[in-house]
């Protein structure tokens, strides 16, 4: 960074180390913000540190205490005994927490111009390709603006003390998963699990876009942001399906305009409910795991623009995986690299990531049960998936007429330990609309789990919920 100005604030670090070194209880206000790295000056940094020993192990913090671990650790000749003093005849400061922010921020800005500038290294060179170059900018960027602070290193002592506690926390009811739209499913696996991919597998027509738009707004009704990649359907086609869904109008009127009744006033209702969701989609039929990473994080961006910064983006969904392109010699090896790649990117970002995705053409022709050998390029799809899910209609080879209403989905694989089995639904084909009738007794969803059918009663008019 030569020929710029010093981005630091020696005078904080100064009056910071000056106020640990005169009231040491104050330190855990420090360590909650600062490392060592975060101090530009070395031998502030090199205090900072041997305060940090000292402390870790359990002496008292003063000057002699500090001083004589910075002999240890062979530093002495970067700070001396009368520079700690020094140290303490700095200005007092009113707040710990809120110095060592200041030093924090200039640390970081520091860290972003040291990046950007081998980043425009990088460029000049010409030997990156240029989408790789974008998303490493756009990496840079994005992983500082988002951590405020350093994280922290995690006890393996500690680390079981917050197992426990989560186990607590989901026995009162508490849960990190994600409850999806039916309460059918739910018998089964919970929930979407952040940091983990889910397939939903069908033959086409079944309805996985609907499935997974009504998981967009089932994730974003309780609060979450839920960004959704189109490779297939465009962002505006995908919207009026979800004006139909929500209103429960005939998806052929939207299509046509010719809205009746209260057809109107129900769209209204519904545009003004879905447009307050923190809900992106994004449509790009030329996708890559690069591409995706790049296009979600400026997601995230605008949706906390507009919700509010401690907004938590909990779903993506892929709409559908086969569409993407990735490396490999052949389609089972660019699957394969774009599944693992997609595996990584759900736990960086710990989302609940949907891959969407085709059942093979064999098994959907003859309309057979379907089985995880079904997916396409199944191998490395069924392995990174923490659950399988199928949508089956075991009518769909009878004619139109002669079709039923009664879907299910088939959870084929379920890392969660709540079992595999069939969860029965139903599906309002003119609002691509699937749901659990909600006068359905309590005592047929307890049987759900152990492998019941469904009522035999169901028919078309349940279709009133």
């Known amino acids: 960074m030569s020929g710029m100005p010093t981005i630091a604030d020696l005078d904080a670090e100064r009056a910071l180390l000056g106020e640990l070194l005169s009231r040491p209880e104050q330190l855990a206000d420090a360590m909650d913000v600062l490392d060592p790295a975060d101090f530009f000056g070395v031998a502030n940094r090199t205090t900072y540190a041997a305060i940090l020993d000292v402390d870790a192990s359990g002496e008292s913090i003063d ?34 927490s809120e110095v060592a922010k200041v030093v924090r921020s200039k640390a970081r800005h520091r860290r972003m111009l040291s990046g950007l500038e081998r980043l425009v290294a990088t460029g000049r060179d010409g030997r ?22 350093p994280s922290p290193t ?23 998963y994600i409850p999806t739209a039916l309460a059918t499913v739910n018998r089964y696996v919970h929930g979407w699990e952040p940091g983990l991919p889910h397939i939903v597998s069908a033959r086409p027509g079944l309805g996985k876009t609907a499935f997974a738009l009504q998981e967009l707004r089932n994730v974003a009704g309780r609060g979450f942001g839920a960004v959704m990649f189109s490779l297939e359907m465009p962002k505006l086609k995908l919207s009026i399906r979800m004006l ?4 429960r109008v005939d998806n052929a009127k939207l299509m046509t305009g010719k809205l009746e009744g209260n057809d109107w006033a129900d769209m209204g209702e519904a545009a003004e409910a879905l447009g307050k969701l923190p809900i992106s989609i994004v449509d790009d039929g030329s996708m890559t795991v690069a591409k995706l990473r790049a296009k979600f994080r400026r997601e995230v961006i605008r949706l906390r623009r507009k919700h509010g910064d401690d ?24 699957i394969g690299s774009v599944s693992r790649d997609l595996r990584a990117f759900a736990k960086e970002f710990n989302v ?51 079709q039923e209403a009664k879907r299910i989905v088939i959870v084929a694989k379920n890392r969660d330990g709540g079992g595999t089995g069939d969860a029965w639904c139903k599906f309002d084909g003119p609002t691509t609309r699937f749901f659990v009738p909600a006068h359905e007794s309590h005592e047929w969803l307890d049987g759900v789990s152990e492998g019941l059918p469904p009522p035999t009663h169901w028919s078309d008019d349940d279709f009133g919920e």
């Not at 079981?160 to 849960?175: K, P």
């Not at 892929?318 to 389609?331: C, E, H, K």
């Open 244 to 247: 139909s869904q929500e209103a």
């Open 128 to 149: 990156v390709d240029s989408d790789e170059w974008i998303e490493q900018v756009e990496q840079v960027v994005f992983e500082l603006a988002a951590s405020d602070d």
């Open 311 to 334: 907004l938590k983006v909990k779903l993506v969904i892929v709409d559908y995986i086969q569409l993407m392109s990735g490396s490999g010699a052949n389609r089972d090896q660019e």
């Open 154 to 176: 995690i006890e393996f002592s500690e680390l079981i003390d917050q197992s426990l506690s989560t186990v607590r926390d989901r026995g009162a009811g508490a849960t990190d």
């Open 63 to 96: 000057l002699v205490s500090v001083m004589r671990r910075i002999r240890q650790l062979g530093r002495d000749s970067e700070i001396s005994s009368s520079d700690l003093v020094e140290f303490t005849n700095a200005p007092a400061i009113a707040s710990v």
């Open 352 to 402: 609940a990531l949907i891959e969407l995705s085709q059942n093979n053409r064999e098994g959907a022709k003859k309309n057979d049960r379907p089985q995880l050998t079904d997916l396409r390029e199944s191998g490395s799809l069924e392995q990174d998936a923490a659950k399988v899910l199928f949508l089956y209609n075991p009518t769909a080879n009878k004619p139109p007429d002669q």
